[in-house]
């Protein structure tokens, strides 16, 4: 299995102590990227910022850093609430930073109906970490930048 990336890695480590909600920023600020201008993501879904979709963005709409961070961090508020009121089972710090940033990429409702989700609430957790790797996919076409993703997030599942 392939390791994380280095530049990663080593700010994943500067935040060790931090808690798992600031690692599941930097992780996911990581492999967004950064946009204060709205753009249309690989699915054609308006993006701003680190990966942040929804309600307010037009392609007008232009964000500055401090925004972008108030916004990513408003999101990992949310997707950590996802995980804790959708999982049953406990989780590693590791665990929880995959979800966070699995959720964020493919939605709360696609993780509410997964595979991923029923293996993990049963207990079965190296299935639901495999389950990761299915899904690189955006309109049929696989990116490899998903791949390496997956990866990582798979990575951190175990």
Partial sequence: MPALPEPLRKKLLALSGAGALALAAC????????????????GGVLTVCY????GGITPETTQTPAQCEALLAADMRQVFAV????VTVPLSD???VAL???IHNV???????????KRLNVGDIPAACD??????????????????RRAADEWLCR
């Fill in 27 to 42: 992780y996911t600020a990581f492999w967004e990227g950064h946009a204060t201008r709205p753009y249309a993501d690989s």
């Fill in 51 to 54: 990966g942040h979709t929804g």
């Fill in 83 to 86: 995980i804790d009121q959708q």
């Fill in 94 to 96: 590791g665990q929880r």
């Fill in 100 to 102: 966070a940033a699995f």
């Fill in 107 to 117: 939605g709360a409702g696609a993780f509410a109906r997964s595979t991923l989700l």
């Fill in 131 to 148: 389950e990761l790797r299915r899904w690189v996919k955006v309109n049929g076409v696989t990116l490899n930048g998903l791949v390496n």
